[in-house]
C-alpha cells in the first residue's frame, strides 16, 4: 500500500481509515499506519474536513487494539510462528533477533517508545506476547504509548497541514519540501542504526534464536 493508495482512502473513509490501517499494522501486517496518520492530520490542516480530535482518537483506538491482537498471536502461538513466516511481513531473522535483543533489555521502554519506530511498530507487541510478558503492564505502556504517538503525530501532521493552507506559493512548497525531506532523512538514520545492530547480532548462532524468543 502506497502513498498514492491512501490518499483515496483518507478522502473517502476518514476515520475509519485511519482506524483500520492502524489496527492492521500494530497487529502486525507491514502497513503504513504512521503514514496514513499523518495523511489524515494534515488532510485535517489543510481542509477542515476532518476533525482531528477524532483522527487522533481513531489512530490511538487502532493501535491499543491492534498491539492487544498482537499480544495475544504471540502468546497463543509463540516463537515459531515468528520464526517461520516473520519474512513474509518483512521481518527476517536479523530483525528478529534485534527486536528480542531490544525487548530483552528494555522492554517497557520497547513497548511505549516503539510505537515511534518503523519496525518495532509491527514486532514489539508480537514479541511482548512471545516472552511472556504481563499483559496488565504491556497493556499500560502500550495504551500510554499508543495515546502519545497518535497525539503528537497527529497534532504536528495537523498544524503542518494548516501552515501549507495559509501559506501559499514558494514558501508552502519550501515548507512542503522540508518536511518531507527531514522525514526521510530520519528513515535512512533509522534504517542504519538498524543495520548496525543486526551485525552485531549475527554473531548469534541460528539455533539460539529459538531459546532467544
Known sequence: MFLNDIQPLIIQ?????????????????????????????A??????????????????????????????????????LLVRYGRFIHLPEGRLKLGQYLFKKHGAKIVFFGRFVAFLRVLAA???????????????????????WAGVMGIGSYVFGDAVHRVSGPLGIAALIGVVGGAVAFMIIVRREERKMEKRLAAVRDGDLQTLL
Open 13 to 41: 473513509h476518514g476515520y475509519w481509515a485511519v482506524f483500520l490501517i492502524v489496527m492492521l499494522e500494530s497487529a502486525g501486517l507491514p502497513l503504513p499506519g504512521e503514514t496514513a496518520l499523518l495523511l489524515a492530520g
Open 43 to 80: 488532510y485535517a490542516g489543510a481542509t477542515g474536513n476532518l476533525d482531528i480530535s477524532y483522527v487522533i482518537a481513531a489512530a490511538a483506538a487502532g493501535a491499543i487494539i491492534g498491539d492487544n491482537i498482537g499480544f495475544w498471536v504471540g502468546r497463543t502461538w509463540g516463537a515459531n
Open 126 to 148: 508480537l514479541l511482548a506476547g512471545v516472552n511472556k510478558y504481563s499483559w496488565g503492564q504491556f497493556l499500560f505502556y502500550n495504551a500510554t504509548g499508543g495515546i502519545v
